[in-house]
Every structure is written in structure tokens, then in C-alpha cells.
């Protein structure tokens, strides 16, 4: 279905008529419910599918039962990740018996792949709509043609990887905003499907970024969090980017990820260090903490070049804050090379990790390797792993107790009635009494105890 301005035009204009006819008669707009998994990248297109569809009519609802457009974006990194939306589309077959006339679509990274297209195709057929990551420019088509023909249909072309400044996000969340910097990834490294499923890096150009948040932090927002798969490998300069938007006037905070650490540089930290809006904290993903494995998997770093990192870092600020991603049990990984990712851990001292057991992903090199351990022992190092962990974060975390942070206030907390949550400069959670006028605000809090997951404090009045 190739684009053209017209087609797409006329597909917009149809169904803003279809929108405007439909509440006309049912007294009020057609629903869309819009889910999206996986990670920020994805939660924020599926922000710009919403702003899409309230473009031309729609409304959006929480309610999956009560819409006539549901819509699933899914996230293909891992098989469990997969799973969870087979599980959730194969739960609506009844659901598409009683309501024919509701439209589901399934798009995004899952849906991107012939394979899985296939599967739904044969297996799947409640599901009208398929799209991949490539197609979003030929949304409204694509739509039109399901609504006014009632017929399948199937996209995972790729002529669309231009990106398309015409999408505005709309964010439910009106204290932080994800803000793409660029799209896709060249490196493929050998575990992941990321590369094939949202093709090359493209990098959205600094002053669309730089207008984009200087009207977020207009409206009022408090917190940027830049997003891309190598967000550090963006094309115009990440530190100039950095530091452009630390011009920006106004009181808000700004983060990013996930960074490469290849691209990890002296000039990154010393931006990160000079910015008084940045938050002191890096989301570096290390993988393993063993060469060999990180060679098989394609990572272009080794240890020593991360620890230079993390120790330039620390040296320009004793508690710069790191946190990472780690695979358990890559195919051929043995328990002594496991243990040197429980050593990296030990050494760095993240305040988080985002650990997972290695999925094998068809199409990928590694899915290609032998695999002699089972995903119950690699289940048992994971376990391990996470247990040195807690033991490692609750320590260090200890490093705030007594001092005073500033913390964006998010919501009430879990603690009980009465209880604020938010995050510090670090993005670690911070608990305390507070009344509900300061939602929103940065407050100052004096933390008393830490916890293996947050900190608890109270709050300094001005
Ligand atoms: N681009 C980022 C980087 O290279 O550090 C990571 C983005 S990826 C979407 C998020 C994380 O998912 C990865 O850092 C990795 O730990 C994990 N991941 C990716 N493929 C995986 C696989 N096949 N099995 C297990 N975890 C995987
Ligand atoms: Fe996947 Fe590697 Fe690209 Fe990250 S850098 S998205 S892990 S291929
Ligand atoms: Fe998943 Fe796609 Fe993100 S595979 S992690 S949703 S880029």
C-alpha cells in the first residue's frame, strides 16, 4: 500500500466524517482503546496512535469492552513478552463473537514479523488489523479500509521509515513526558530482534526536539525523559542536544535512555556533570560482565572500557547513580562466566538492574548457537543474581540517609493514608508524609531509612 498525501488525506477525511456520523447517532464519539507494551519507545508511539485518533474523532477509553477500536501494541524483545499477547487477543475471541462491528488491531514490534503475522493471520482471526513499525505513516489507510470495507488487513511493509513530525504524542501524564530523540538500532547485537524489527537508526533533528520540549516545559511539565534504543549514538551530537536543552528557561529536570556504552564518553559524563537539569544518573546496559560473552554477543565494549565509564563518572561525583541491564545464561555461558556479571555488580554498585534470562529470538544470530543449560538452572542464577543485588542496593542506597534531596512528587505513596511518592535527582523512589497540594511539585525531603527498593524521609517545609 504505498502512501501518497492524497490517499492519505482522503482516508483522514472519511473517517473523520465516519467519527462525526457515529456520534450523531450513538450520542457520543467512537471509543478507542489503545495498550501498549514493552518499553518507553513503544509506550510513546502508542502515545502518538491516541493523538492520531483524537485527530480525527475519536475519544480514548480504559475500557477494552465498551470501545469500537482496540488496539494492542506489542513488544517482540522476549518470548514471554510475545506470549502475554497471544494470551490477550486469544482472550477476546468471544469478546469479537458478541461485538462484531469492534475493530482490533494488533501493531508494533511483534508485528512486524512475517512469522507472527502468519500466526495471526491463521489462528488469530479476530484480530482485523495487523501493522508493523515501519507503517504508521499509512495509519488512517489502513484504518479506512478496515472500517468502511470489513476486510483484514495486513501491513508489515517498509516504506515508511521517514519520520513523521505531523504526530503529536498525547500524554496522559501531564508531570513527564517521553520525548524520541531517534529511532531504531544498527547494532545488532547477536541476542536481540530490536535491529530487525525497527530497522536502522534515524535521529529526529535537534531543533524539532528543542521546540518540542521548550513547549512541554511551557505547559508544564516537569520531567523529560529523552528516548531512543542508543539514545547517546544520536546523529547530531548528544551532548550538544544535552546541552541546548538545559538552556531551555524554567524549573524542570531532564533524563534519558538507554545509552550505549560504547558511545558512553568523557564528553557525555562532563555534560551530564556541567547541566544543572540533568539528572546525575546513567541507565548503562553492561549484558555480562565477562568478555567473552560480551564479544559473542556483539557489543562492541569490554570491561575495561565500561569500568573507565563508570569510574570517570565516579570521580567527578562520588554517587553518581548507574543502573543497567543484564542476560543470564547467553547460549555457552558457564557459571564461572556468570559469576563475573555477580562481580560487575559488586564492583559498580547499581541502584538498579533490569535483569532477564536469555529468550531465544528467531532470526537472531544467537538463536543460532548451542544452548546446554536449562532455563531452570539459568531461572536459579537469575535468582542468585537478584539476591546480590538487594543485599547491594540497600547498602547503597544508605548513602542518602541524613541528607537532603529534592524530589519530584508523582502521587500519593503506598505507604498508607497520608504518604507522597516521588523520585530524587537519582530516579530513586522517595517516600514520605505529605499532603496532597504538593502532586507535582519538587519539594525538599530529609531521608531517615532506606529501603532495598526506595527511601523514606520527611518533608523539609520552606
Ligand atoms: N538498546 C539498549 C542497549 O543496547 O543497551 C537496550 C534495549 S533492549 C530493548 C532492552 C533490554 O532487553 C536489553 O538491554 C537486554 O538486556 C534485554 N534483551 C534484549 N534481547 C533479549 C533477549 N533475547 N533475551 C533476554 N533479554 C533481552
Ligand atoms: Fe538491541 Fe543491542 Fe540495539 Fe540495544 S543495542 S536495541 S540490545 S541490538
Ligand atoms: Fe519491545 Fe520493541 Fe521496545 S521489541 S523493548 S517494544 S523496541
Known amino acids: 500500500m504505498p502512501e501518497t498525501i492524497t490517499e492519505k488525506q482522503a482516508a483522514k477525511s472519511e473517517l473523520v466524517r465516519y467519527c462525526t456520523e457515529y456520534k450523531s447517532t450513538y450520542a457520543h464519539s467512537p471509543l478507542a482503546f489503545v495498550h501498549s507494551f514493552g518499553c518507553q519507545q513503544n509506550v510513546s508511539d502508542g502515545e502518538k496512535i491516541k493523538g492520531e485518533l483524537i485527530k480525527i474523532g475519536y475519544e480514548l477509553t480504559d475500557d477494552y469492552s465498551s470501545a469500537q477500536l482496540i488496539i494492542f501494541n506489542t513488544c517482540a524483545v522476549r518470548e514471554n513478552a510475545e506470549d502475554k499477547v497471544y494470551g490477550t ?122 521546540n518540542e520540549v521548550r513547549q512541554l516545559v511551557e505547559n508544564g511539565y516537569k520531567e523529560i525523559t529523552l528516548l531512543g534504543q542508543n539514545v547517546n549514538s544520536y546523529s547530531y551530537g548528544f551532548p550538544e542536544l544535552l546541552r541546548s536543552i538545559n538552556n531551555i528557561p524554567g524549573k524542570f529536570r531532564i533524563r534519558f535512555m538507554s545509552s550505549h556504552p560504547k558511545d558512553a564518553s568523557k564528553e557525555l559524563i562532563d ?77 559498580v554498585k547499581y541502584d538498579n538492574i533490569y535483569s532477564f534470562v536469555f529468550s531465544k529470538r528467531s532470526g537472531t544470530k544467537a538463536a543460532e548457537l548451542e544452548d546446554n543449560i536449562s532455563d531452570k538452572q539459568k531461572g536459579l542464577w537469575l535468582r542468585e543474581l537478584l539476591l546480590e543485588q538487594r543485599e547491594i542496593s540497600s547498602q547503597w542506597l544508605s548513602r542518602f540517609v541524613g541528607r537532603t534531596v529534592e524530589v519530584l512528587v508523582e502521587s500519593e505513596g503506598r505507604t498508607g493514608e497520608g504518604y507522597l511518592t516521588g523520585k530524587n535527582d537519582e530516579g530513586i523512589i522517595v517516600e514520605f508524609a505529605g499532603n496532597k497540594k504538593y502532586i507535582g511539585e519538587f519539594v525538599q525531603v530529609r531521608i531517615i531509612k532506606a529501603m532495598n527498593w526506595a527511601l523514606s524521609g520527611e518533608l523539609v517545609e520552606e
Open 89 to 210: 487477543i486469544g482472550d477476546l475471541k468471544h469478546f469479537k463473537e458478541q461485538n462484531p462491528d469492534t475493530v482490533i488491531a494488533v501493531c508494533g514490534c511483534m508485528a512486524q514479523q512475517k512469522h507472527v503475522v502468519e500466526k495471526i493471520r491463521s489462528t488469530y482471526r479476530q484480530v482485523d488489523l495487523v501493522f508493523g513499525t515501519f507503517a504508521y505513516n499509512e495509519f488512517y489507510q489502513m484504518l479506512w479500509e478496515v472500517v468502511s470495507k470489513r476486510k483484514r488487513v495486513f501491513n508489515i511493509s517498509e516504506n515508511s521509515l521517514d519520520i513523521n513530525e505531523d504526530f503529536k504524542q498525547f500524554r496522559e501524564d501531564k508531570l513527564r513526558a517521553y520525548v524520541p530523540i531517534m529511532y531504531g538500532c544498527n547494532n545488532f547485537c547477536t541476542y536481540c530482534i530490536v535491529p530487525y524489527v525497527r530497522g536502522r537508526e534515524r535521529s529526529r533533528k535537534p531543533d524539532a526536539v528543542i
Open 271 to 347: 555534560t551530564i556533570m556541567d547541566c544543572d537539569k540533568v539528572c546525575k544518573c546513567l541507565h548503562l546496559p553492561v549484558q555480562s560482565g565477562c568478555d567473552r560473552v560480551l564479544k559473542a554477543m556483539n557489543r562492541h565494549y569490554d570491561i575495561a572500557q565500561y569500568m573507565s565509564v563508570i569510574e570517570y563518572a565516579r570521580s567527578r561525583s562520588s554517587d553518581f547513580s548507574f543502573s543497567t541491564d543484564i542476560i543470564v545464561g547467553f547460549p555457552g555461558e558457564t557459571y564461572e562466566e556468570f559469576c563475573e556479571t555477580k562481580d560487575i555488580i559488586k564492583t
